[in-house]
């Protein structure tokens, strides 16, 4: 009899439970897109623009055509052009996944720019922070659309949506498809050469995005990339113990960053160490690599001796790792001696560290909190301010909770799968086959030590990608390498020219 009460119990429960979540869904009321407009000028490339800023919702719908979630974006559309069927526009994002796109819009892209130390070597402190009118903004060129992927800045599940119809490989690719597709014929762009920039996992969504825009009976080809710290194929950007493509692709980078911090590579310029350790990584290391323990104790010492070389890292504690240096130690080690780690983002960050005997560092990333403070104050002011945005919650700038809710498998629910690394890079090179005048510009930054250049080199000499449409770029910095002015002009100039090279053809 006891077990009878106890299952009538669990069965309410579970049905009251059941019936709350109908009634949720039941309880969302069909309305109008949230919107918000303002009108602006502005000085880009050396022209007076006038503009209109549109922050607003977009619904985004099942197959059965309900709402299941509402995607915040911010659009800046110029005024006064004489067909704006044809007016290209720019559709970007950062990644994550789980990062709205505040750091690419004050970051780089927008109309206006939050300013950090461009060396790299003092925090942002507190308020108030630089912000800047971006006079490299590409408004004179083509409208720009800043996409916030559900769950991050304002964007929200909704009506009989569910986290799961967005958090994975695939469904946000979906969604953020859906969106563009929705904006494109909502705003009759459908003649207008379209392109996407991403950053981080934005590249690796970029990829996934421009497979999909090919599918679902509406086939939508894209004019170009532009890619900002590619993160295609995640073999090359994940340093883990085992794991014997990052050795290899993360050593110039390694090398990189121990130049800059005067450890390895004196007397020679930034370009040629690194190609000395490109060459060294494609050759005696790589077959090291792979001949593991079939190497005598001679071979090994020669090799920990050429690791000390590019990295400036100890031969003995080299030797102690079999000369297979994780990235989260080398952020350590390499100024272990004064009590300094440096940031995972941009090499060129560093910091002094309260636990000085740790095996990584325990702060965090100071490339990351360095600068992040001011990022968020700047938009969050601006959103207010500049672009009249009232709403009675907060922008998130990344998603909570959304890192261990996300899906990455590659195969839809059902199918067969084995895990794997994650990699969009077969897709793109697909994409590029199919669509034949598809061009890719890939930024990379020397001191990135979470996406390094040289895995973005050794992505694309494989999967077949056509290499007369793929266009390399390099920067002294880091991940968001426009947090240093130099490389901030230099990256605005290369995206310009890649852009005008696209709409030319």
Do not use: C
């Not at 309260?354 to 969050?380: C, H, I, Q, R, W």
Request: charged share 20%.
């Amino acid at each position: 009899m006891k077990k009878f009460h106890l299952l009538l119990i669990s069965f309410l429960i579970s049905f009251t439970a059941l019936a709350q979540e109908a009634s949720t869904e039941s309880k969302w009321t069909p309305r109008e897109p949230k919107k918000f407009e303002s009108l602006h000028t502005g000085t880009f490339n050396g022209q007076k623009i006038n503009y209109k800023a549109v922050v607003g919702e977009t619904f985004l719908k099942n197959s059965k055509g309900e709402v299941t979630g509402a995607l915040w974006s911010t659009a800046y559309l110029r005024e006064g052009v004489l067909d704006p069927s044809k007016r290209p526009v720019l559709f970007i994002f950062n990644g994550g996944p789980g990062s709205a796109s505040v750091w690419l819009h004050v970051g780089f892209f927008g109309p206006k720019v939050v300013k950090t130390d461009s060396g790299a070597g003092i925090d942002d402190g507190a308020a108030p922070f630089r912000v800047e009118e971006n006079k490299q903004a590409l408004l004179d060129l083509t409208d720009l659309v800043f996409i916030d992927p559900i769950g991050t800045g304002f964007s929200q599940v909704e009506g009989v949506g569910k986290t799961a119809d967005f958090w994975g490989l695939n469904e946000d690719a979906s969604s953020i498809a859906q969106f563009i597709r929705t904006w494109v014929a909502q705003q009759g762009r459908w003649q207008a050469p379209k392109f996407i920039a991403g950053e981080s996992f934005g590249t690796t969504r970029a990829a996934k995005v421009a497979e999909v825009l090919e599918e679902g009976g509406q086939s939508m080809a894209l004019n170009g990339l532009v890619l900002i710290s590619q993160a295609l194929d995640y073999a090359g950007s994940s340093s883990w113990a085992d794991n014997l493509t990052s050795f290899f692709t993360y050593l110039p980078s390694q090398a990189a960053t121990a130049w800059y911090h005067k450890k390895a590579g004196q007397g020679k310029t930034l370009a040629a160490f690194t190609q000395e350790a490109r060459a060294f990584a494609y050759g005696e290391y790589l077959q090291s690599l792979f001949l593991g323990e079939k190497q005598t104790p001679a071979q090994k010492e020669a090799i920990a001796a050429k690791l000390a070389y590019f990295t400036g890292l100890d031969k003995a504690y080299i030797l102690r790792s079999d000369n297979q240096i994780l990235m989260h130690r080398f952020k350590k080690e390499l100024l272990r001696a004064e009590g300094k780690a440096i940031g995972t983002l941009d090499g060129r960050y560093l910091a002094l560290e309260t636990d000085k005997s740790a095996e990584g560092p325990v702060l965090g990333d100071p490339a990351s909190y360095m600068t992040g403070s001011a990022y968020t104050a700047v938009f969050n002011d601006y959103l207010m301010r500049d672009l009249k945005v009232s709403l009675d919650r907060p922008y998130f700038t990344s998603a909570s909770g959304m890192g261990g809710s996300w899906n990455w498998k590659p195969v839809p629910d059902g199918a067969y799968y084995e895990p794997s690394y994650v990699s969009t890079a077969r897709a793109l090179s697909e994409v590029m086959h199919r669509n034949t005048q598809m061009k890719v510009m890939v930024a990379n930054g020397y001191y990135d030590l979470i996406t390094p250049f040289f895995d973005a080199e050794f992505t694309f000499a494989r999967h077949n990608f056509p290499q007369d449409r793929v266009a390399m770029t390099y920067y002294e910095a880091g991940h968001m390498m426009y947090n240093r002015q130099e490389d901030f002009d230099a990256l605005a100039k290369d995206v310009r020219a890649f852009l005008e090279g696209v709409l030319k053809k």
